[in-house]
């Protein structure tokens, strides 16, 4: 993932001809967001749709590439209709952090992470989902994740009751950006796509090898199984 972000700070940070991209903001790459939810924990009444809600907490595991432990919960089937996370959607947390942390921490939603849930997901309601134009998912992500390493979102943020939320509006309408075109992000796209997949590869393998670990371990403590 830092070899991602380097390469894209020098394809589309520190490239000069960035000087002759469209000047925009956020706003320009995002065709819609998906406002969260948290339902039930259990499937009552109306709330029949069992999904997998991604909150602050699991961004860290997520963007290592591990399943992470979100939990199942039950919203309704005509909220899980506009709030369904895809591939390439982001999601951000606009509420929480701390002193030492600001709030807009994000995660790419991939395929490689959805195929490895039984059910569908959204993502909690202290977090928000954007959908960026097509092709421009992967730009967007590291985009962000390039401002939230130089601490920009702390200049973002508001309230006075001890949690901290983000001026979502503020800052995808007013942050300065430059945007290249399609064609000279496709490049970036198929390495991000590779990159991805590895991770997700690579940490789905030590997620069985701890497993399998965890279950043979005790038994091995005990006798149960010898070795030569």
Partial sequence: MEQALA???KWF????????????TFSDLIQSTLGGDWGKE?????????????????I??????????????????KNFINKKLESGDIVIEVSGGSPTQSTGRCVLITKPLLDRYDSEMVCTNFCKAIKPFPGYSFFTYFYWQYFYDRKIFFSYENGTTGIKNLD????????????????QIRP??????TTFNMIFLNSKEIETLTTLRDSLLPRLLKGEIELD
Wanted: glycine content about 8%; proline content about 10%; aromatic content about 14%.
């Fill in 168 to 183: 979502f509006s503020g800052f995808i309408e007013n942050e300065p950006i430059t945007i290249p075109s399609i064609e």
């Fill in 42 to 58: 259990n499937e009552t009444g109306n709330f029949t749709q069992k999904v997998y809600c991604i909150r602050g907490a699991d």
């Fill in 188 to 193: 970036f796209n198929e390495f991000c796509k």
């Fill in 60 to 77: 860290p595991d997520v963007k290592a590439g591990y399943k992470g432990k979100m939990p199942t919960r039950y919203i309704l089937p």
């Fill in 7 to 9: 390469i894209f700070k």
């Fill in 13 to 24: 940070i520190d490239n000069p001809e960035r000087k002759t991209w469209t000047p925009g």
